[in-house]
Nanobody, 135 residues
Framework: QVQLVESGGGSVQAGGSLSLSCVAS????????MGWFRQTPGKEREAVAT????????FYADFVRGRFTISQDKAKNTVYLQMDSLKPEDTAVYYC????????????????????????????WGQGSQVTVSP
């Protein structure tokens, strides 16, 4: 079965950096979109960044573009989120997610981001990792 195991996160002051890792298993890694979402109490879970595991194509939400970097290690079936220049408003529980991409070479640019945001019922989720940024 699909498993996503997260690690990392924690607490940092504004302007600092944190990183998250997510080890995936139970599916053919390179067939899937991988992504990071975040959620704060009372708000909907929102997409932060996605990567198509097949070719490494990435896409970011406007509010993290230029500060966060999503990357992967195919050999380890692992996706990462490097978070720099953190702001208090980045405080949230961060979730790793995955969804099969069925359109081959079209799984690029913003396809994974859009698909994982719209078709949430098809996402598999990690356990969540707390990220806290203090002023």
């Amino acid at each position: 079965q699909v498993q996503l195991v997260e690690s990392g996160g924690g607490s940092v002051q504004a302007g600092g950096s944190l990183s998250l890792s997510c080890v995936a298993s139970g599916f053919t890694y390179t067939d899937n979109c991988m992504g990071w979402f975040r959620q704060t109490p009372g708000k909907e879970r929102e997409a932060v960044a996605t990567i198509f595991a097949g070719d490494g194509s990435t896409f970011y939400a406007d509010f993290v573009r230029g500060r966060f970097t999503i990357s992967q290690d195919k050999a380890k079936n692992t996706v990462y989120l490097q978070m720099d220049s953190l702001k208090p408003e980045d405080t949230a529980v961060y979730y790793c997610a995955t969804q099969r991409c069925w359109v081959g070479e079209h799984c690029r640019d913003n396809y994974c981001f859009t698909r994982m945001s719209v078709s949430r019922s098809q996402n598999y989720w990690g356990q969540g990792s707390q990220v806290t940024v203090s002023p």
